[in-house]
């Protein structure tokens, strides 16, 4: 099976505009070339999309489970070829943070709109990483300058800052929430979502009340997990205040499971750069509700 990136493109903007007439315009492309590609890519799947209709197109539910992932893939691209630039150039006009998707948006967001404020010429922009195994790649190749994210603290040797500890709670299909919080005891038979920024606190979790299962459904990264809890494959693990659909609930677990989180770099990274990219971090991390 070949997939191309072009494919991927243009069945998202199928996706998105809800045409391929429309897709096909706003890609400045013809439309038979458009709906060549998307044949194309449907054969190599060996699933149907998209339905035509009289209107334009409606993606199937095999189209919408293809197009979370794709989109990811895209946007995995994208940062792939961000970092590879960063680290080929000679000259850094600018900080790159590496955040995994464990670290909630809020902190980084007001740090980086502090960061900006405080230093008008500093350019500090987020890059995102579905598991810290990456992140902590990109850290070390010099590609990202600072990473944020769950850090076993032994595992690295350079610049690192304990930012603090991010509680987890479990995001349910709505309706079927238990009463919070649950006791971790009580979890024994819950069915569980995992993905790699997850996986490490859910095995611990598991272990910890004897739950030896080892046959979830695993998602990619951690908005495809929330995206098969809603389609009622079982539960996962999300920051607490992580922003859910409305189709889903955040219920507390009693000991939360949780996991520390470090802003960390090579030694070669300025350190008061690094130290007040840290603190503003820090800051909010503990000014967050």
């Keep these: 099976m070949t997939v191309t990136l072009r494919q991927i493109e243009y069945a998202l903007a199928v996706d998105e505009a809800g ?57 995995a691209v994208e940062r792939a070829r961000e970092v590879a630039v960063r680290a080929a150039s000679s000259t850094r006009k600018d900080i790159i943070i590496g955040a995994n998707e464990m670290t909630p948006t809020l902190w980084l967001a007001k740090s980086v709109a502090a960061l900006r404020a405080s230093v008008p010429k500093l350019a500090a922009r987020v890059v995102n990483f579905a598991d810290a195994e990456s992140l902590v790649e990109a850290v070390r190749s010099g590609g990202i300058d600072v990473g944020v994210g769950p850090l076993h603290a032994s595992s690295w040797r350079e610049r690192k800052h304990r930012i603090g500890s991010l ?19 009580n979890l024994g038979a819950q069915d569980w979502v995992t993905c790699p920024s997850n996986a490490p606190v859910l095995t611990a979790l598991r272990k910890s009340i004897g739950d030896t299962r080892t046959d ?14 809603d389609a009622g494959l079982g539960a996962t693990l999300v920051p607490s205040g992580y922003a859910l659909p409305a189709s889903l609930d955040l219920v507390t677990i009693n000991p939360p499971p949780s996991v520390d989180v470090y802003a960390f770099a090579l030694r070669s990274t300025d350190a008061v750069t690094f130290n007040r990219i840290a603190g503003q971090i820090t800051e909010h991390h503990h000014t967050s509700p």
């Design 167 to 185: 509680a987890l709670g479990m995001a349910v299909a709505r309706g079927s929430s238990p009463t919070a919080p649950v006791p971790a005891g």
């Design 19 to 75: 045409a391929i007439c429309a897709a096909a315009k706003a890609l400045h492309v013809a439309q038979p070339s458009l709906s060549q590609q998307i044949s194309s890519l449907e054969r190599s799947l060996g699933v149907v999309l998209f339905e035509r209709t009289a209107t334009g197109t409606s993606t199937t539910p095999a189209g919408r489970a293809f197009l979370v992932e794709a989109q990811q893939a895209m946007q």
């Design 216 to 229: 979830d459904p695993s998602a990619a990264h951690l908005n495809a997990a929330i995206s098969y809890v």
